[in-house]
Each structure stands twice: as structure tokens, then as C-alpha cells.
């Protein structure tokens, strides 16, 4: 499969791949499914990057940020 990439509002990204999918605020990694449900990282950004966190994720957990970059390496190596 072709990666695709869907532009769902200004600066949020939705990259689906073999592996799943991640959504991505401006050029970050906010959130992605591998297959098991949603995973997002915690807001350290911008109000704007809350928002496609939350339009993402809904009531999804959040990690934090090393933990959050630890799943998807592991999700996407």
C-alpha cells in the first residue's frame, strides 16, 4: 500500500500507512492507531495542536511525550 496522505482541516494531517495510521499537527506526530485503538501524546504545543489532539483522539489517554515517542517508533519501525 501507497502511503496516503488526507488533509483534514489547516495544519492537521492524516498519514495511513500498512502499519496504520498517524495524525500529525503542522509537522508533529499527535496521535496514531496501529491497529488497536487510538494513541495520543499529551499537549505540550500550541491551542491549536490541543484542538486537533481532542478532534483526533476524542477521550482517547494521553501519554506523554517520551512515552508517546517510545509507542510509535515500536508501532512504526
Known amino acids: 500500500m501507497i ?23 503542522y509537522e508533529t506526530p499527535i496521535a496514531f492507531n496501529a491497529g488497536s485503538g487510538i494513541v495520543a501524546c499529551a499537549n505540550y504545543w500550541s491551542s491549536t495542536t490541543g484542538k ?17 515517542d517510545k509507542v510509535i517508533n515500536e508501532a512504526f519501525a
Open 52 to 68: 486537533h489532539i481532542n478532534r483526533v483522539a476524542g477521550n482517547a489517554p494521553r501519554l506523554k511525550r517520551e512515552d508517546f
Open 3 to 25: 502511503p496516503r496522505i488526507q488533509v483534514l482541516a489547516p495544519n492537521l494531517t492524516a498519514v495511513q500507512t500498512v502499519r496504520g495510521t498517524i495524525w500529525f499537527s
